[in-house]
Every structure is written in structure tokens, then in C-alpha cells.
């Protein structure tokens, strides 16, 4: 029970003041002053007011949403890319201690680091992929 000295909270609605025929809906937006001010003259150079100016920018561009599916593909396409080049970097380990043995430089090893290049080349190509899904 509320006693003399203690205020009771009652929420405040506000009553909407368009028609409730006007499918518009409206929100309240926070901006720095220096926002603001550039917002402004942006519309003032449109010759549009600041919400049209809004709305223009917002809604004129394509927003796409990247599946997950996608997103596992390219995931697993990468793991499947580490491990072959976890072997490969194995491979190259061990002519490298051959080849310091030997004093050459076997064939095989061009192979192998062209193997490396294209295998770079891919993930080069999927993270490519990945900038355009996000």
C-alpha cells in the first residue's frame, strides 16, 4: 500500500495524432548536432525535405541476407583447402630437410608449390565470395 509520502508511477502514453486511415508510421531519430547539420544541407542540395531524404537513401538500397547454408559451404570448402595444404606444407617440410641433406632441389617440389599456388588462388576466390555474402 502507497503511503502519503511515496508517489505512484503511472505510464504516460501518448495518443497517436495522424488518421487511422494513414498507413504512415513515424519514429523518433537521435543525431550528433554535426549530423544533423549534414543530413540538412544533404536534403537542402536534393531540394527534399530531411525525411524524404531519409527514406531515398534507406530504402533505395538492395539488401540482401546471406543463408546459412551458404555461409557453411564456403566453410567447408576453406577446411577442406586447410587440410590439404596442412599436408602439403609437410611435404614441403620434408624436401626442404632432403634438400638441405642433398644439396639439390628436387623436381617434385615444383609440383608441390605449384599445388600451393592454385590451393592460395581458391581461398583467395572464396574470400571474394565471403566479402560479397556479407
Do not use: C
Not at 539488401?63 to 590439404?84: D, T, Y
Amino acid at each position: 500500500m502507497a503511503s502519503d509520502t511515496q508517489q505512484v508511477h503511472v505510464p504516460i502514453t501518448y495518443a497517436s495524432t495522424a488518421p487511422k486511415d494513414d498507413p504512415r508510421r513515424s519514429f523518433h531519430l537521435k543525431l550528433k548536432h554535426s549530423q544533423y547539420e549534414e543530413l540538412k544541407m544533404k536534403a537542402a542540395g536534393e531540394r527534399v525535405s530531411m525525411s524524404d531524404y531519409l527514406v531515398r537513401f534507406g530504402l533505395g538500397r538492395k539488401v540482401e541476407q546471406v543463408s546459412a547454408g551458404e555461409i557453411r559451404e564456403v566453410l567447408a570448402e576453406l577446411r577442406k583447402l586447410r587440410r590439404q595444404i596442412q599436408g602439403e606444407a609437410t611435404n614441403i617440410n620434408q624436401i626442404a630437410h632432403w634438400a638441405n641433406s642433398e644439396q639439390s632441389f628436387p623436381v617434385e617440389a615444383r609440383e608441390v608449390a605449384a599445388q600451393l599456388r592454385s590451393q592460395v588462388n581458391q581461398i583467395n576466390l572464396l574470400r571474394i565470395r565471403l566479402v560479397e555474402l556479407l
